[in-house]
């Protein structure tokens, strides 16, 4: 869109175009539910811990280094390789979001925004990119990528799509344009190398990383209620730990039927 529209304008245009209308509806529902399930958990508690907001900052420093270095290798590399640099540079601040949840992914998004803007303010790819984070932090509530491998790459795709699906196409139908699956795909880069970089990484970093470098997430799934009221001799450690089981929602657990002897008859001669 060429000519800056007023406030009245671009008010006239919500209420008349449907398809802007709902398109950004549910983008900002997407953001409020995001954002009061953060709350709700006290996802931002963590910063309260010194080691926990330095891992953050450090996530978004990392970033920025990142985004650096993909800025260098542009004009010098094929297009394929700078893309993956690209993908590579939003893995930081993706990971923290996947560990501590929506309202530090609004924080790192906003932090790495600042810090890799292409002109004095953030710009319109920087916005997405916080909000697909504020979307990932609620998505990785559950699946969790704490308890399943696949979990964190599978969160980082939908995230991308739900916020090119209603954003994206808000600013489609914004701009006056029609509303095309190839678009949506060529603004949001989704079928390129930075994609698939961005999910091979993020399908590296396991179960055992997230508990390791990011603890005290108030995300994270805690083990069963059952597990720990049941006797430890009834416990089966052979049984592995339901990559789906929340604090909210846990498999019943297995009973195993009780050994009851054998009434012993008036002539045995054991009795």
């Not at 600042?114 to 990119?129: Q, S, T």
């Not at 491998?149 to 489609?172: E, H, I, K, S």
Request: aromatic share 8%; net charge neutral; hydrophobic share 55%.
């Amino acid at each position: 869109m060429t000519e800056a529209l007023t406030w009245s304008e671009a008010w006239q245009r919500f209420g008349s175009d449907p398809v802007l209308f709902y398109s950004a509806c549910a983008a900002l529902i997407l953001v409020l539910v995001s954002l009061g399930t953060g709350v709700a958990r006290g996802d931002v508690l963590v910063l309260a811990k010194p080691k926990v907001a330095l891992r953050v900052l450090g996530a978004v420093a990392l970033g920025f280094l990142l985004q650096a270095l993909a800025q260098r290798l542009a004009g010098a590399s094929p297009l394929w390789v700078a893309a993956a640099a690209n993908g590579v540079a939003a893995v930081p601040v993706l990971v923290v979001t996947l560990a501590y949840g929506p309202s530090i992914g609004l924080l790192t998004g906003a932090l790495f925004a600042a810090a890799v803007a292409r002109g004095a303010f953030p710009g319109l790819h920087e916005a997405f990119l916080t909000l697909e984070l504020v979307i990932l932090g609620w998505l990785a509530i559950y699946p969790s990528p704490r308890t399943a491998r696949w979990a964190g790459p599978l969160n980082a795709l939908v995230a991308g799509a739900l916020t090119w699906g209603t954003a994206g196409t808000a600013l489609l139908a914004f701009s006056g344009q029609a509303i095309q699956l190839q678009d949506l795909l060529a603004m949001s880069g989704s079928v390129s190398a930075e994609t698939v970089a961005t999910v091979a990484l993020l399908f590296a970093v396991g179960p055992a990383a997230y508990a390791r470098l990011f603890p005290g997430s108030r995300i994270a799934p805690t083990a069963p209620a059952h597990e720990a009221s049941r006797p430890p001799d009834q416990t089966r450690h052979a049984e592995p730990w339901d990559t789906l089981a929340t604090a909210e929602w846990a498999p019943p657990p297995r009973q195993r039927a009780e050994l009851v002897a054998p009434a012993a008859a008036a002539d045995d001669p054991n009795a």
